[in-house]
């Protein structure tokens, strides 16, 4: 974790440090390595890059002209990932070494698109979610699907921090909580809203004590998962519809990006905006925080890295 504290104080301190206009199309996902050293992003052009954490450059581009890219995650090892394709006739998802560009496996299995991904904190296993209506599980060292669930509308996927819990979400705002060790039935399944719509995203936060949730319809809403407590909703205003969310670790705190560009962060403990944050001239499609640094990274058709900065 940053060795600087996060408080409201500190975030009201960010600011955008680096700014990168390598793609020609949207920026469809962001993601950090376990150690917080590289920053991967996968885009529409059908490009993935790595960019250094420390030096805010690019390290590498590798192109998928073919297949397209789509979610874009890293695996435990810096030098492999995991992607979606993205084209009409390829649903496959394909395990890549960065280091020489040869693809390591394939996994089969989907019927249409693969939008989520989360790869377990703890092991080599993974999951997927897809707009053929399931959820599948797998695991790094073979091809086949170790099992799937299937839902009533595209699924969204996520683990909890310590890899026990894995979240699917289906129809109706209604998320199904698997044991990630026994996959089969779900112990516990939680309603979010009855104004749900087709999900854009859930995830965990750094303790798996709460869950943020984006819907199509535009709303947004953290729950504590122990109770199972609505603690903030945030829908459409002033600037626009809620594209993507992500919790900051060590404080009750939420990054929504908007549909206008903004970035806001927002207490969810006190419900009170933090700051808001201009920096994209479209659309922020992918956000996400940086496990180990006091920094986060938002795409759009730029790729934007904040950090603390302070004043002169």
């Known amino acids: 974790m940053s060795s600087i504290p996060v408080t409201g104080d500190t975030l009201a301190t960010i600011d955008i440090a680096r700014v990168h206009r390598d793609n020609s199309d949207v920026i469809l996902s962001v993601d950090f390595s376990d150690d917080g050293e590289w920053l991967l992003t996968a885009s529409a052009d059908e490009s993935i890059h790595v960019y250094s954490t420390a030096t805010g450059l690019m390290n590498r581009v590798v192109f998928s002209k073919k297949y397209g890219c789509g979610v874009a995650r890293f695996t435990h090892d810096n030098n492999s990932?995991?992607?979606?394709?993205?084209n009409e006739h390829d649903d496959t998802v394909r395990y890549l070494s960065l280091h020489d560009n040869r693809y390591l496996r394939y996994f089969k299995g989907h019927r249409d698109r693969v939008t989520s991904l989360s790869v377990s904190p703890v092991n080599d296993e993974f999951v997927t979610g897809s707009h053929d209506h399931t959820a599948r599980f797998w695991d790094l060292r073979t091809s086949a699907c170790v099992g799937y669930v299937q839902t009533d509308a595209p699924a969204v996927v996520a683990h909890d921090s310590k890899?026990?819990?894995v979240a699917v979400g289906g129809a109706n705002g209604c998320?199904?909580?698997f044991d990630a060790r026994k996959l089969g039935v779900p112990f516990a399944s939680r309603s979010v809203s009855p104004k749900c719509?087709?999900?854009r995203d859930i995830s965990f936060g750094p303790t798996g004590n709460d869950m943020i949730c984006v819907l199509e319809d535009s709303y947004s809403y953290v729950y504590d998962t122990v109770v199972w407590e609505k603690r903030a909703e945030v829908?459409?205003?002033?600037?626009?519809?809620?594209e993507c969310a992500?919790?900051?670790p060590g404080a009750p705190v939420a990054l929504y990006g908007w549909s206008n560009g903004v970035v806001t962060m927002?207490?969810?403990d006190r419900d009170m905006p933090i700051k808001q944050l201009e920096g994209h001239s479209d659309a922020v499609s992918a956000i996400r925080w940086c496990p180990t640094k006091m920094m986060f990274a938002s795409g759009s058709r730029q790729l934007s890295m904040w950090i603390p900065v302070e004043d002169d």
């Open 81 to 86: 990932v995991l992607y979606a394709s993205r």
């Open 266 to 268: 927002h207490d969810y």
């Open 163 to 165: 890899g026990v819990v």
């Open 235 to 242: 829908g459409a205003g002033m600037n626009g519809r809620v």
């Open 175 to 177: 998320i199904s909580l």
């Open 246 to 248: 992500a919790l900051v």
């Open 197 to 199: 719509g087709r999900w």
